[in-house]
């Protein structure tokens, strides 16, 4: 009986770690960070094509879209990103400095720093920085290879920027 209940135990902890994950998932107007799009998905989301895109020399595959000051990082994965005759890459990370864009469906360049406050997961202010950090939790804190960073103007505690990367390894 003792083994039955400790195993009930396992499972609900493993399911309620499930649940606070699927809270935290990094989201820019509807795209998840690291998951996969078309070409036409990334446009349609964004705002269309993109100012001007680049290719990175360094990483082949790898193209930053820029859209007037904001950029975003798309990443080809090889053989996995070839689906039903169409190519997808798999969404980086981006530098936002305007507002036309919303990270966790809710926060802004413009929106008063406090606002991260309201969002799951864990912040840390880093004046040196004048940024705040958001991860998912302490025990996740850069175990996912992922930064998330709001800079802020330090009088006004206003979003100036807003950076999400990955670490590909």
């Given at each position: 009986?003792?083994?039955?209940?400790?195993?009930?135990?396992?499972?609900?902890?493993?399911?309620?770690?499930?649940?606070?994950?699927?809270?935290?998932?990094?989201?820019?107007?509807?795209?998840?960070?690291?998951?996969?799009?078309?070409?036409?998905?990334?446009?349609?989301?964004?705002?269309?094509?993109?100012?001007?895109i680049e290719a990175n020399i360094e990483e082949p595959g790898s193209f930053s879209f820029y859209y007037g000051k904001d950029m975003f990082y798309w990443r080809y994965e090889g053989l996995n990103a070839y689906k039903d005759g169409i190519d997808h890459h798999c969404f980086g990370g981006c530098h936002i400095y305007t507002?036309?864009?919303?990270?966790?469906?809710?926060?802004?360049?413009?929106?008063?720093?406090?606002?991260?406050?309201?969002?799951?997961?864990?912040?840390?202010?880093?004046?040196?920085?004048?940024?705040?950090?958001?991860?998912?939790?302490?025990?996740?804190?850069?175990?996912?290879?992922?930064?998330?960073?709001?800079?802020?103007?330090?009088?006004?505690?206003?979003?100036?920027?807003?950076?999400?990367?990955?670490?590909?390894?």
């Amino acid at each position: 009986m003792k083994r039955f209940v400790y195993i009930f135990v396992c499972v609900l902890a493993i399911a309620f770690n499930g649940n606070a994950q699927e809270k935290a998932k990094v989201i820019v107007n509807g795209l998840q960070v690291c998951d996969m799009y078309t070409r036409a998905q990334m446009y349609e989301a964004l705002g269309g094509v993109p100012t001007k895109i680049e290719a990175n020399i360094e990483e082949p595959g790898s193209f930053s879209f820029y859209y007037g000051k904001d950029m975003f990082y798309w990443r080809y994965e090889g053989l996995n990103a070839y689906k039903d005759g169409i190519d997808h890459h798999c969404f980086g990370g981006c530098h936002i400095y305007t507002d036309r864009y919303v990270v966790f469906d809710s926060i802004r360049v413009g929106d008063p720093i406090s606002k991260l406050s309201a969002l799951h997961g864990e912040t840390e202010d880093m004046p040196e920085l004048g940024c705040v950090e958001w991860y998912p939790s302490k025990a996740e804190r850069n175990r996912d290879g992922m930064d998330v960073r709001f800079y802020y103007n330090e009088t006004s505690r206003i979003i100036s920027r807003i950076e999400i990367f990955v670490y590909f390894l």
